[in-house]
C-alpha cells in the first residue's frame, strides 16, 4: 500500500489535531447513574434523579450483556460514509425494529417497584404491539411527546438509548464523518441534549456537543447556535451560586435571539465529573428560567417528558 511520507513537523502537526468525535465509554450508564445519585442529595427533583439512576443500572446490564442487534451491513455504512449522512439514522433503525427485543429485555430486568405510575407504565408498554411500540418511539425521538403517555418517557428512552449506544460502539473504525448538518449527531442524527467544554489536553477549551440517543460527541464550534447556527448577540445565562463568580460557574445556558432556543453548556474546568445527561436533569431550574424569559428548548432529555414526570 503506497501513502506519503510525513516529515516531523508534519506528524507532530497530525498529533494535536483534536479529534472530531468522542465515543462513549463502555459504562456511560455506570458513570450516569453515578454522577445522577451524587446530585440528588438535597435536589428538589431528588426522587426522580434516583429513580433515573436505578433505570440507568438496567440500561449499563443491558449494554454489558451484548445482546444481539442487527447493524446496517457494509453496503449500507458505505453509502452513509460516501453520502455525508448519518450511519445510524434513528428513524430508519427504528421502523426497522432490531431494537423491539431490548425492550421486551429491559421490561425482564428493570426492579419492580410498587410505584402504581410506574407499574402502569411498564404493563402500557408490555401490551403494546411493534406498530405501537414505533410509533411512540419515533413520536419521542422526533419531539412529537404528545404523540406517547409522558410515563413513558424514560422507559422508551432509555431503551433508546442504550440500542444506539451499542450501534454506535460496534461501528468499524473510521465509519463516522462530519456530516452537512452539523447541529445533529454525525452517528445518528438525533439533536444534543448538552454542549460540554473540555479543559485537558489537545481537547482544552473546545465544545464537543453531546447526542441525546447515542452519546456520541461531535466538536461544534463555540459562540454559534446549536439549532440554527447563527453566531450573532448569542447571550450567556447561569444560576446564581454562593461563593462562586459568574466566570467560574459550571454550567451556563447559550441563548439565541434569533430563533429563541438555548443550549446548556457544562465547563468540565470547573466541574470535571458533568455528565450531560445527568447534570442537565439536575439542573431543570435553569430551564424554568429560561421559560420565564421566552427561550424554547429545543435540546431533549429522553429521560424525562417537557412538563411531566412518571
Not at 433508546?160 to 473504525?173: M, R
Amino acid at each position: 500500500m503506497s501513502g506519503r511520507i510525513l516529515e516531523p513537523g508534519q506528524i507532530e502537526a497530525a498529533a494535536n489535531i483534536p479529534p472530531l468525535f468522542n465515543l462513549p465509554p463502555h459504562d456511560l450508564f455506570s458513570h450516569r447513574s453515578a454522577r445522577l445519585r451524587e446530585l440528588a442529595p438535597g435536589n428538589p427533583l431528588q426522587g426522580y434523579l434516583e429513580l433515573i439512576a436505578g433505570v440507568c443500572d438496567t440500561q449499563q446490564a443491558l449494554l454489558d450483556r451484548r445482546l444481539f442487534l442487527s447493524s446496517p451491513d457494509a453496503a449500507a455504512l458505505a453509502r452513509s460514509r460516501e453520502h455525508r449522512m448519518p450511519p445510524l439514522a434513528y428513524e430508519v433503525l427504528v421502523r426497522e425494529g432490531a431494537w423491539l427485543p431490548l425492550l421486551d429485555a429491559f421490561l425482564d430486568a428493570y426492579e419492580q417497584t410498587a410505584n402504581p405510575a410506574i407499574v402502569e407504565a411498564l404493563k402500557t408498554l408490555r401490551n403494546a404491539d411493534s406498530g405501537q411500540r414505533k410509533a411512540w418511539a419515533l413520536g419521542l425521538l422526533n419531539g412529537q411527546f404528545d404523540l406517547l403517555p409522558p410515563a413513558l418517557v424514560p422507559f422508551l428512552g432509555a431503551v433508546l438509548q442504550v440500542a444506539f449506544s451499542q450501534w454506535l460502539l460496534q461501528l468499524p473504525d473510521d465509519t463516522l464523518v462530519e456530516t452537512d448538518s452539523q447541529t445533529l449527531c454525525p452517528a445518528c442524527g438525533a439533536p444534543p441534549v448538552a454542549g460540554m467544554i473540555r479543559h485537558q489536553g489537545k481537547h482544552a477549551g473546545l465544545r464537543y456537543l453531546a447526542c441525546s440517543l447515542c452519546s456520541c460527541e461531535w466538536h461544534y464550534v463555540r459562540v454559534k447556535c446549536s439549532h440554527c447556527a447563527e453566531s450573532k448577540g448569542l447571550a450567556y445565562y447561569s444560576l446564581q451560586r454562593e461563593g462562586v463568580a459568574s466566570d467560574q460557574a459550571p454550567l451556563k445556558a447559550e441563548t439565541c435571539p434569533g430563533c429563541q432556543s438555548y443550549l446548556k453548556q457544562f465547563y468540565l474546568q470547573h466541574h470535571k465529573h458533568a455528565e450531560p445527561q445527568a447534570d442537565d436533569l439536575a439542573s431543570l431550574a435553569l430551564d424554568i428560567r429560561l421559560a420565564e424569559d421566552g427561550y424554547l428548548r429545543t435540546a431533549p432529555n429522553l429521560l424525562l417528558a417537557p412538563g411531566g414526570s412518571s
